[in-house]
């Protein structure tokens, strides 16, 4: 297991001399899933690494997917056989590295009159799927009958439905997948930095030697030397090409996806259903923990790509599709209490719907030595790394004689992973929910904590029972934070409610009654000005207002 090393949000600044300080194999500019695979590959090979992140981590593109570690069963229809078969057989290996963050889930397929999917396609479609991931055992697809997709799905349509498919994926927190493999780096001598902007490249006989890196939370400049330097910005690669003059030939193309989240009782369904939207499209209803979230829209974006929110429109659609497929339910824009919308940086193609670009990810080489990725979904990150990271140890060994490791990412557990197997995961998590349900707490809480933080959960236990708070909820949540700010360099109320525990998505509430007691908090810990604490409750309070509101006023 790897260990969870001290990464305090206190010690940053020493962390940040160092770094101008020292001299770097790699620069890894972008916090999101790729750069933190990037970054434990590149180190557990045995190279200096430092990954910088404009915002927090995660605060792009990683922390606002559909959250599943999934094959991509729709690129089928696309004939993208070879990203299929990759990220088929990447499910079970990121699973693996993680089971407590990575969860089995089976999805339902349903099959509708006049739907885009047939019986004889699907059937056949899903076995070439479980073929190309050699998908094993139980997880293997079957198709069932209208009876018994009624019995596995009680809200689908009985009036046209025909029977669906019955296969099995995978869901994760997004963002709390990408911190574990940035704080797994640090086992590796990683450097990764938050609220740290390259602004510049510094260059040497015209090769990229370095950047210049703006201090967002001081405002303060400085330098860091590198051999090398891999963007994995993702939708702001094209914008980093530019300051390098290198944004020639192929270009991002950005789509927008946005995501709705309901109390479960509002659209109580049993399991994950992938189903078909009137207009051609596919969406999916997955249930996770106290809420059922919906998503996913694929539109063209052009607007500010710092601040992506769901429209009303995006709302209206959404809703109506599930209301065409579950008519029982009948949702209504009131029902939605909290949502998000993130940018997919594709691969520009002349001529192609949002929806028909590929999901491949490219590398881009600047004449001056820049090495920019970009395009590839969330499932496929490791492999991401494991591709941009041998370029890098080629030029290392030919331009200065340094033999890297090969790749082992697929070997190194995850922080927080002490399991076997998700049967293990399971026990331990009824473990949890009887300390927890002792305490009056629900047992929601045991379940949260153990796939949100596997095996650290029992370091957060220590600090829970170190602190005197009469209520016992929010006893708990301060013994999180507490362990945030010292493992996980939290420097925000945002950074904490959003990324590293993703309360404002899936248990607003908690954010709302919690708010301040954080804040108070945090101004202990990190010393905040009473302005700064302002502005933090300020933001995150306008957060939760974007995330959950919809009415036609507003918009």
Request: glycine residues 8%; charged residues 30%.
């Amino acid at each position: 297991m790897s260990k969870t090393l001290k990464f305090s949000s206190k010690e940053r600044k020493n962390w940040i001399e160092q770094a101008q300080q020292e001299e770097f194999d790699l620069v890894v500019i972008g916090g999101g899933i790729t750069g933190a695979g990037i970054a434990l590959d590149a180190a557990s090979r045995g190279l200096k690494v430092v990954l910088l992140e404009k915002g927090d981590f995660a605060s792009g593109t990683s922390s606002k997917s559909t959250k599943l570690i999934h094959g991509g069963l729709r690129y089928l229809k696309q004939f993208d056989f070879w990203l299929v078969k990759e990220v088929g057989s990447e499910r079970a290996i990121v699973h693996r590295l993680a089971p407590h963050l990575v969860l089995p889930e089976k999805m339902l397929l349903p099959l509708i009159e006049g739907g885009s999917y047939g019986k004889w396609l699907t059937s056949i479609g899903l076995k070439v799927y479980d073929l190309l991931a050699q998908v094993e055992g139980d997880d293997q697809r079957k198709m069932v009958e209208k009876k018994e997709a009624k019995a596995l799905e009680p809200l689908l349509p009985k009036k046209i439905l025909k029977g669906a498919g019955y296969y099995a994926e995978y869901r994760t927190d997004d963002a709390r997948l990408t911190l574990e493999n940035i704080k797994t780096s640090l086992n590796y001598g990683a450097l990764p930095l938050n609220y740290t902007e390259v602004i510049d490249f510094v260059y040497e006989q015209e090769k990229v030697k370095g950047v210049t890196v703006k201090d967002v939370l001081n405002g303060e400049l400085f330098n860091i030397k590198s051999k090398y330097v891999i963007s994995a910005a993702g939708p702001w690669v094209d914008e980093l090409r530019g300051i390098n003059n290198s944004k020639k030939g192929k270009r991002l193309h950005l789509t927008k996806g946005v995501h709705l989240v309901f109390p479960f009782e509002k659209l109580p369904v049993k399991q994950s259903v992938y189903f078909d939207i009137p207009d051609g499209r596919m969406m999916f209803a997955i249930p996770r923990g106290k809420v059922t979230y919906i998503g996913t829209t694929d539109t063209h974006y052009t607007d500010n790509k710092d601040k992506v929110r769901t429209d009303l429109t995006d709302a209206v659609y959404l809703i109506a599709a599930v209301n065409n497929m579950f008519p029982s339910i009948q949702l209504k824009m009131e029902d939605v209490i909290s949502s998000w919308a993130g940018l997919r940086p594709l691969i520009h193609e002349e001529g192609k719907s949002a929806s028909e670009l590929s999901r491949k990810d490219e590398i881009f080489v600047s004449g001056s030595g820049l090495i920019s990725i970009a395009g590839g979904k969330l499932t496929g990150y490791r492999k991401m790394a494991e591709r941009v990271v041998n370029r890098v140890v080629k030029a290392r060994e030919e331009d200065y004689n340094k033999i890297s490791k090969p790749c082992t990412t697929g070997e190194i557990p995850l922080c927080g992973n002490n399991f076997k197997n998700f049967s293990k995961v399971q026990k331990y998590i009824d473990q949890w929910e009887k300390k927890i349900t002792e305490l009056g707490l629900e047992a929601y809480q045991a379940w949260y904590l153990v796939t949100t933080y596997g095996t650290q959960s029992e370091e957060i236990w220590k600090r829970f029972e170190g602190r005197t708070e009469p209520d016992t909820e929010e006893r708990l949540l301060l013994a999180e934070l507490s362990f945030c700010l010292d493992h996980e360099m939290v420097h925000t109320p945002a950074d904490f409610f959003i990324r590293r525990t993703g309360r404002l998505y899936f248990d607003i509430d908690s954010v709302r009654k919690h708010l301040d007691a954080a804040i108070k908090y945090l101004e202990t810990a990190l010393g905040y000005r009473p302005e700064q604490s302002q502005s933090y409750r300020s933001e995150l309070l306008e957060e939760i207002e974007d995330h959950s509101a919809f009415s036609p006023e507003r918009h």
